[in-house]
């Protein structure tokens, strides 16, 4: 059975950063594109990136692009997303997800139904 466990959530003042981690288990996590999307408080599901399965290739979300990064580690089944330059719109509940494909949709505009599999989300406030 899948499993998808976010951590590194928390409070944050705008301008700083947070590093979020996703440990994946159950199933061959380097076969599969996976990333995250959020739902800021009162708002919709938006999805915020997307990794190939070999990590070379990543989209975006245009409202994350030049502050945001995602990263993956294969040999440790481990997704991460680098949040720098965070701002208060920023605020919600990330989630990590996992494809059934190897490959990220071309469009940068997408939501959480590209994903097949999440986890529980780790809150992020950013707020002075």
């Known amino acids: 059975q899948s499993q998808l466990v976010e951590s590194g959530g928390g409070l944050v003042q705008p301008g700083g950063s947070l590093r979020l981690s996703c440990e994946a288990s159950?199933?061959?996590?380097?076969?599969?594109?996976v990333g995250w999307f959020r739902q800021g408080p009162g708002k919709g599901r938006e999805g915020v990136g997307c990794?190939?399965?070999?990590?070379?290739?990543?989209i975006l979300a245009d409202s994350v692009k030049g502050r945001f990064t995602i990263s993956r580690d294969n040999t440790k089944n481990t997704l991460y997303l680098q949040m720098n330059g965070l701002k208060p719109e920023d605020t919600g509940v990330y989630y990590c997800?996992?494809?059934?494909?190897?490959?990220?949709?071309?469009?940068?505009?997408?939501?959480?139904?590209?994903?097949?599999?999440w986890g529980q989300g780790t809150q992020v406030t950013v707020s002075s």
């Open positions: 997800g996992a494809r059934s494909v190897s490959f990220c949709p071309q469009e940068s505009r997408f939501g959480s139904d590209i994903f097949d599999d």
């Open positions: 990794i190939v399965s070999g990590g070379g290739q990543q």
């Open positions: 159950g199933f061959r996590f380097g076969y599969y594109a």
